[in-house]
């Protein structure tokens, strides 16, 4: 993965992201200040699903590609 001019930079869901903030936060702080509910969402971290049990023992590295699906209910078509 190319890194951006200067070197941190972290992808989520396909934007990259050069917030230096965010290195080193574990997913679960990384999803709830961004407004996501734990329970309705599945992790990609680097091609890997990452457990919900193991999102607050996951961090943010510089390079990480992140995905985050959260499932949406719907009625009948």
């Known amino acids: 993965m190319n890194q ?3 070197g941190t930079m972290i ?3 396909g934007d990259k992201v050069e917030d230096t903030s965010i290195i ?3 997913l679960l ?3 709830t200040e961004a407004g996501y509910d734990p329970l309705g969402i599945v992790i990609e971290k680097n091609m890997e699903i ?3 049990e193991d ?3 996951v961090n943010i ?3 990480d590609v992140i995905e985050i ?3 949406v209910g719907g009625g009948q078509f």
Request: no cysteine; hydrophobic share 40%.
């Open 50 to 52: 990452i457990h919900r």
């Open 69 to 71: 699906l959260h499932f």
């Open 24 to 26: 080193g936060k574990t």
């Open 11 to 13: 992808q989520i869901n």
């Open 4 to 6: 951006a001019k200067g």
């Open 55 to 57: 999102f607050d023992k």
């Open 29 to 31: 702080a990384y999803i």
């Open 61 to 63: 590295a510089d390079g």
